[in-house]
Structure formats: structure tokens, C-alpha cells
């Protein structure tokens, strides 16, 4: 048995396969862009051809994040919150704090042992302390965003960032670089900047070990490494922390695939 879930974000969009077991057996990663139902389909066929197998072949497919409802394939749609939590439990299995930072917001959810939601606080409507702050970065000092993290590791005098808003970052990012000050240096003040907002989450939601780090930063090493000395905890990260979304919706397709396969095999009626 095949199962699928599709996480369409606001920047990129990720599908997973899973098999039974359940285990991951095929992912893709692609940029979302503007056509929400290209990107869900083609992530989708990416994944199955990576898992070695035909979209015929899957039994059932879960649409989830902020394009969710573009998953026109799917058989239903689950919140990005519940798929997090539910990826983030399968990853780690004694996690009770998720840190989602993705492209467009940052979410803390509060988790059971089953992956439930038992409480949850996201960023405010304005995308500060997320991606969209480190791509504004990425762009003020014409760095690939997968350098930002090793550069800031580097800093020694970290620059006070007064502003969180995506808006004006790459304005006062410059400012700092035209008065003399470093670029680790302020890239640093930057990363400070998202992990300090982060934690203020976190909090709202009780800060508990395990947190499970998942989304697109959870590959940023320099996040990583304030969000552990700001929360004075470990921070789980996973190779597949950033198709943790996917991997949740998975979980929640398998859950009707075997519905079905039960129902059917007691000649009950078929949800």
C-alpha cells in the first residue's frame, strides 16, 4: 500500500510517499510559484517517481499547508498545524514542542504522545521572524540562503536588529553594512532577531522537552544553534524536518487507505 501527502507552501511545495510500514520511500522539493495546482501535481509525480512507483498505484493522497486546498487531486485536505505535529511525533516519537518557521509564518504547537494538537500560537498576520526574513537577507547581500547560516556562525559582535518586519530588513541590513560593521556580524543580528521571536512562541505555548524543529530554516545550522541556547534544550532536526508537513498528511492518508481496506474486507460501506 501507497500513500501520499502534499504540502503546498508559500514558497516551496513538498510531497512525500509513504508505504504501510509506514516508512518514506519517495520525496521531491520544488518552488511553488504562482500556480498553486501545477506545483501540488507536480511535486506529487516527482515523489512517486522517486518512490519507484505509478500514480495509479497510490491509494489515497492528503493536500495540506497554505495551498492545501490546490491539492485538487487529493481526497481531503488537513491543517499545515495538525500535519506538523503528526510528522514531528512520527520523527521523534517523545516530542511535545513543534517549531514550524517556514517561508510566510511561524507556528508553535504543543503536541501529545499521539501527535495531537493540544495547543498551538502562530506569528501574526506580518511575516516577520520567518523565511521571508532571511530571503530578504539573502537578497540585501547577494547571498545563496544556504550560506546565510555557516557566515553568522561565524560572527563574534552580533548587530541589534531593531526591526523584525520584512519590509524594512533589507533597509536597516544595509545600514549596519554601511557604517562598518561586519556582514557575519549582522547576518548574526538577523538570525538572533527570528530565534528570539521564535522562542516568544514557543513560551506562549510552555516550552517542554522534546522541541522538534521542522520547515525550511530547520536546515539553517546558525537557527538551530540559538534556538538550543535561547531555550537552554536540545532541538530535535531531521534530515526530513522540512517535509515534516508532508509526512504528517502521509499519516493522515494512510489512516483512510486502511479505513477503506477494513471497511472493505468487512463488506462494510466505504468512507
Known sequence: MLVAGVDVGST???AVVMD????????SLIETGARLTEAAQEAFSLAVVDAGAEERDVASVVGTGYGRYRV??????????SCHARGAVFLFPNTTSVL???GQDTKAIRVGGDGQVLDFCMNDKCSAGTGRFL???SQALELPLGDLGPLALT?????????????FAESEILGWLALGRKMED???GVH???????????????IEPEITFTGGVSRNAAMVKLLEELTDCPINVSEESHYCGAIGASLYALDRALTRAAAGASGGVLP
Open 192 to 206: 538572533v532577531a527570528i530565534a528570539s521571536r521564535s522562542v516568544s512562541l514557543l513560551r506562549r505555548v510552555g
Open 135 to 137: 530571503g530578504a537577507a
Open 186 to 188: 549582522v547576518l548574526l
Open 12 to 14: 516551496q511545495t513538498k
Open 72 to 81: 485538487e487531486f487529493g481526497e481531503t485536505q488537513v491543517t499545515e498545524i
Open 20 to 27: 504501510g510500514e509506514p516508512k518514506v520511500v519517495g520525496r
Open 155 to 167: 560572527a563574534k559582535n552580533p548587530v541589534k536588529m531593531t526591526t523584525t518586519c520584512t519590509v
Open 100 to 102: 514550524d518557521v517556514g
